[in-house]
């Protein structure tokens, strides 16, 4: 299965979602990553589709062209002379340079953000002047280097509900954010937890998880599609990801790369291996239906636009039990997640706990105080995120949660790896 997704990695992409109830804003459009021929691999061609007759545009940006000089984001002057790099020369200087398979549209900005699949750089198209800013002075992901087995290549990125720009690479490790203002930020957010009730389907996992692309939705969740086409959603404050379900309907030869929403709040997938069809994906039932458009496609590694999947509005969902629940009683009212703590980060659930303010505190084997943090509970579900300092030793230590009567309502030893 690995020799597939080594294609396939490289043929990821992006999932645009849309506000029914704001169907008069829509974007009935989204920008793709394709080849310069239809059926092709180079993913390094801008084009714009339209969503209501699926009609692909001429290429708008040729990213493979490295005799144009792009901007430096920081200083929006042009570099002076062409960049060079070690390992790609003056390739470099192309926007598309090494290919792209995460695209993210900031329509409030008018631009387009990206990164290359391997080099470690964050990038942006100014659509208003189609002029290209590199993100010179920060680093995107910190690792310049690419593995081989292509786990911290980002090839999934949107924007979401709050304004900010979401990354995440393919074995889901780092979770990144960026601000899309005057004042640009980046932020590792850290690794993606898996919940429990995933049992042996992992977020992390190369044969079902690599690959495919990222949206949002207007409750400020993130939704992963896999090139194999299974599906997660992530809390982006706790960082769980909990598996959702295999698209079903698709063919088999057909690996879902980019996605978007039209404006009747519809879910349209593209493939990077197929130019037959586009589908529809039902976000509830995972069901995919035949889409007939007019018009020829493109083989398609991504697709954005600055739609968000409408899901406020939806029957409550099934509340997913984390991992390692740990009850105060039998109703399993507080756990914490995951145990053993992998990279000084867990979380704590609350499930039909009494609302008001809770203190949970981390100490060591001798008593000794190593964090407290203060929850304001607001709802009779809610996970809080617990960040352990970096120099914290590996081994015992006990979680607390203490009520505003300073009595200790749940408590649990936790291991640090």
């Known amino acids: 299965m690995k020799k597939h997704l080594l294609t396939l990695f490289f043929l990821s ?12 804003k829509a974007d009935r459009f989204a920008y793709a990553v394709t080849d310069a021929q239809q059926q092709g691999a180079n993913w390094s061609y801008l084009r714009k589709i339209d969503l209501q007759t699926g009609a692909y545009s001429d290429v708008l940006l040729n990213g493979t062209d490295a005799s144009l000089l792009a901007y430096d984001a920081s200083t929006r002057k042009q570099f002076e002379k062409p960049l060079n790099d070690a390992r790609f020369g003056s390739s470099i200087n192309a926007a598309f340079a090494t290919g792209v398979a995460a695209l993210a ?12 699949m391997f080099i470690d750089q964050l990038r942006y198209i100014d659509l208003k002047t189609m002029k290209v800013f590199y993100v010179t002075d920060k680093a995107f992901t910190g690792k310049p280097q690419k593995s081989s087995d292509q786990g911290n290549i980002v090839t999934r990125m949107v924007i979401a509900s709050d304004g900010y720009g979401y990354a995440m690479t393919n074995d889901a490790t780092q979770l990144i954010r960026f601000s899309t203002g005057k004042k640009l930020e980046i932020t590792d957010l850290g690794t993606i937890v898996d919940d429990q009730e995933n049992k042996n389907i992992s977020i992390h996992n190369s044969c079902s998880s690599f690959g495919g692309d990222i949206i949002a939705d207007d409750e400020g969740n993130l939704y992963v599609f896999s090139a194999r086409n299974y ?13 959702l379900g295999v698209i079903s309907g698709l063919p088999t030869e057909f690996t879902v790369n980019g996605a978007a929403i039209n404006a009747a ?14 589908y529809t994906i039902d976000h509830k039932s995972l069901v995919a239906t035949p889409y007939l458009i007019e018009g020829t496609i493109w083989q398609t590694s991504d697709l954005a636009n600055g739609n968000l999947l409408a899901t406020a509005n939806r029957p409550a969902s099934k509340t997913v ?11 399993n009212k507080i756990s914490v997640f995951p145990n053993p703590v992998t990279n000084n980060q867990f979380a704590v659930q609350f499930n039909d706990v009494e609302t008001g303010q809770y203190t949970i505190q ?6 000794r105080n190593i964090s407290q943090q203060v ?17 914290t030793a590996k081994g ?8 505003q009567l300073k009595k200790i309502v749940f408590s649990k030893k936790v291991l640090v790896q």
């Open 396 to 403: 015992f230590y006990l979680v607390k949660v203490i009520d």
């Open 362 to 367: 981390v100490t060591d084997v001798t008593g």
């Open 231 to 243: 599906v997660f959603k992530i809390n982006t404050e706790t960082k769980v990801a909990t598996h």
């Open 13 to 24: 992409g992006t999932l645009l979602l849309t506000n029914f109830s704001y169907s008069q």
């Open 375 to 391: 929850v304001n509970l607001g709802s009779i579900k809610q996970i809080q995120s617990i960040k352990l300092d970096n120099t």
């Open 321 to 331: 039990e984390l991992i390692s629940s740990i009850p105060i009683d039998d109703n």
């Open 265 to 278: 709040n519809k879910i349209i997938v593209g493939s990077a291996t197929s130019a037959k069809s586009f």
């Open 105 to 116: 549209y900031d329509k409030r900005n008018d631009r387009l953000y990206y990164t290359p």
